[in-house]
C-alpha cells in the first residue's frame, strides 16, 4: 500500500504548501460531488422512465420483504421519493442520486484510513464521481442501494484493516445486511471477508473472537426477511439471479464484452492511473502481509470471478460492476499520487492524464445526459439504447384514447415492461392488468388480478411483439380479438416503436386464472 510519506510531493515545497494543496483538492472533491449531484436531479426529472424503473415503482406501491427479481431496498428507496416529490419521475430516482454521491464520500473515507493520505482520499473521492458509472445514477436500479451498503460495509473494513475498536465489525455486520437486503451481489462480499481474514497472518486472530461472528449474526439478522420471503415464494429471487446463464457458443463473445465493460465504466482516462495504482500497490510484493493493500484486492475477488463465469451465459450489464469500479477509483487515486511522487518514462503524458480526467469524465456525463434528453445521433432505433427513455407518457395517453374509442372497460398488457410504464404514465384509476409475465405479480397477492365480472368485459390488448405474434398470444387466451390498429411510440424522426392494438372478449379457460379477484 502506497503511505502518506510515499506520496507527499514535491520534497522542495514547504509543509503549509502542501497542506495548503491538499486542502484545496479535498474542496474540489466536495464541490465536484455537489455540482455533479445538482446536475443530476436536474436531469432526472427531464426524461421518462424506462421498464426496469417503472417495475421496481409498481414494487413501491406494494412494499414486501422481497420480490420475484430482487430483494426490496429499490423499492423503499422510491417509496421514499415519492412520498417526497410524488409518482414523478424525480421522486422514483430522487434517492438513487443522492446514494450516489454518498458513495463518492465513503470513497474518501475508506481511503483516508487505508493510507492516511488526505490527497489519496480526495482523488478517490473525485474518481469515484466521474466515473462511467457514475453518469448512469440518474436511473433507479437495485445497484445504488446496494452499492452504499456496501461501501459502508467497505468503510468499517477499513477501520477494522487499521487497527480499529472491534465494534467496527457491528458496522460491518448492519451495512452489509443492508447492501444484501439491496441485491444478492453482495454474497460475494460475504464471501471476501473470510478470504480476507485467512490470507493475511495478523488477521487470524479475528477468527477466535467473537466480533466477526457477531457481524455475521446482525447481517443475518438483517437479511433473514428477505429469506423468509423467499422461503415462501419458492426462492424466486435466489432462482431467477443464479440460474440465468445459457452457455452457448457465441460466450467468448459476451466474455470479452465484461472485459471491456469495466475499463469502459470506471473511464477511458481514469483507467491508466488504475493500472498504475495496481503498480504501486504491488510494489514490495507480499501484498498478505499488509491487511489494507489485501483489502483492497481480495474484497472484488469473488464478483470479478463470478460475473467472468457468468458472462459466458450472457452479457454482463454495466451496473453490475459497480463494486469493481469503486475499487477502481480507489487504486486509481493511489496510481495519479504514485506518479506525482516518483519519476515517470513519460511526464508530460501523466500530467496531461492527470489534468484531463475530470473533463473528460464530465464530458461523458453531459454527452450522455444530451442523448437522453435529445437524442442528435442518426442510430437506428434497435440500436439507440436511449430510446428507451422518450415517449412513454404521450403513449399511455394514446392507449387510453384507444380504450375509450373502442368502448373496451380495462387495458391488458402483454409484459411486465409495459404494464409498469402504463401504469405510471396512466391515471391512477386506470383499470391495466400484465397478461403475461405472471411469476412476477402472483407473489403481490391479488392486485394485479381482475374481478371474475371482467370476464364478460371487453380488453384492449397492447401488442409488444409484432402484428401476427400478438394474434398468436390473444388465440391463446381469448375467443374473439379484433385488430384495432397501432400506436407507434416515436423518439424521433425514423425511430418508431410500434405496438398493436386489439380489442379482446370471451376469455378461454388459458385466461381464467386472470379473473379471480373477489372469488371465494
Not at 338 to 353: E, F, K, N, T, Y
Not at 389 to 409: L, P
Amino acid at each position: 500500500m502506497v503511505s502518506g510519506t510515499d506520496v507527499a510531493g514535491d520534497g522542495a515545497a514547504s509543509a503549509d504548501r502542501v497542506a495548503a494543496g491538499t486542502d484545496g483538492l479535498v474542496r474540489f472533491a466536495v464541490i465536484l460531488v455537489v455540482v455533479l449531484t445538482v446536475i443530476r436531479l436536474a436531469v432526472a426529472g427531464r426524461f421518462d422512465l424506462f421498464f426496469d424503473e417503472a417495475y421496481y415503482w409498481v414494487w413501491s406501491e406494494h412494499l414486501a420483504a422481497g420480490y420475484y427479481d430482487h430483494p426490496p431496498m429499490v423499492a423503499y428507496f422510491i417509496r421514499a421519493g415519492t412520498i417526497l416529490f410524488g409518482d414523478t419521475e424525480l421522486g422514483v430516482r430522487f434517492f438513487g442520486i443522492l446514494a450516489g454521491a454518498a458513495d463518492a464520500f465513503l470513497v474518501y473515507g475508506i481511503m483516508q484510513t487505508l493510507t492516511g493520505n488526505r490527497r489519496i482520499a480526495a482523488w478517490a473521492m473525485i474518481l469515484m464521481s466521474v466515473t462511467t458509472i457514475s453518469a448512469f445514477s440518474v436511473m433507479i436500479v437495485p445497484d445504488q442501494p446496494m452499492m452504499l451498503f456496501w461501501l459502508g460495509a467497505f468503510y468499517g473494513l477499513a477501520k477494522v484493516a487499521r487497527g480499529g475498536r472491534p465494534a467496527w465489525w457491528l458496522v460491518v455486520g448492519l451495512m452489509g445486511g443492508l447492501a444484501a437486503a439491496s441485491k444478492l451481489t453482495t454474497l460475494f462480499l460475504a464471501l471476501a471477508v473470510p478470504l480476507w481474514l485467512a490470507v493475511v497472518p495478523e488477521l487470524r486472530v479475528w477468527f477466535r473472537r467473537p466480533w466477526i461472528y457477531a457481524a455475521a449474526a446482525v447481517a443475518f439478522g438483517v437479511f433473514l426477511p428477505v429469506l423468509v420471503w423467499n422461503a415462501q415464494n419458492d426462492w424466486a429471487a435466489f432462482w431467477l439471479q443464479y440460474n440465468r446463464p445459457q452457455f452457448d457458443d457465441a460466450s467468448i463473445v459476451s466474455f470479452l464484452t465484461y472485459l471491456g465493460i469495466v475499463p469502459l465504466m470506471i473511464g477511458p482516462v481514469a483507467v491508466v492511473f488504475v493500472v498504475a495504482g495496481i503498480r504501486a500497490s504491488l510494489r514490495g510484493g507480499r501484498i498478505w502481509r499488509r491487511p489494507a493493500t489485501a483489502l483492497l484486492f481480495i474484497a472484488p475477488l469473488p464478483l470479478v470471478l463470478y460475473l467472468g463465469i457468468h458472462s459466458f451465459g450472457e452479457t454482463i450489464g454495466v451496473h453490475w460492476v459497480a463494486p469493481i469500479v469503486a475499487v477502481g477509483a480507489m487504486l486509481g487515486a493511489i496510481g495519479i499520487e504514485d506518479l506525482r511522487g516518483r519519476p515517470s518514462r513519460w511526464p508530460r503524458i501523466v500530467v496531461a492524464c492527470r489534468k484531463a480526467v475530470v473533463p473528460v469524465g464530465v464530458f461523458v456525463s453531459v454527452v450522455f445526459y444530451a442523448l437522453i434528453l435529445e437524442s442528435f445521433l442518426p442510430i437506428p432505433r434497435e440500436y439507440d439504447w436511449t430510446e428507451r427513455f422518450s415517449g412513454w407518457e404521450e403513449f399511455a395517453s394514446r392507449v387510453e384514447e384507444a380504450r375509450v374509442d373502442t368502448g373496451s372497460d380495462y387495458i391488458l398488457a402483454p409484459t411486465y415492461s409495459i404494464y409498469a410504464l402504463l401504469r405510471f404514465y396512466s391515471d391512477p384509476e386506470a383499470l391495466i392488468y400484465p397478461l403475461a409475465d405472471r411469476a412476477r405479480w402472483d407473489t403481490f397477492g391479488d392486485f394485479a388480478l381482475m374481478s371474475p365480472d371482467a370476464q364478460s368485459q371487453r380488453a384492449l390488448y397492447v401488442g409488444e411483439w409484432g402484428r401476427f405474434h400478438t394474434m398468436n398470444v390473444l388465440a391463446t387466451y381469448f375467443a374473439t380479438y379484433e385488430q384495432i390498429g397501432r400506436i407507434d411510440r416515436e423518439r424521433r424522426p425514423g425511430s418508431v416503436d410500434r405496438k398493436w392494438i386489439f380489442t379482446a372478449e370471451n376469455p378461454l379457460a388459458a385466461a381464467l386464472p386472470l379473473y379471480s379477484r373477489g372469488s371465494p
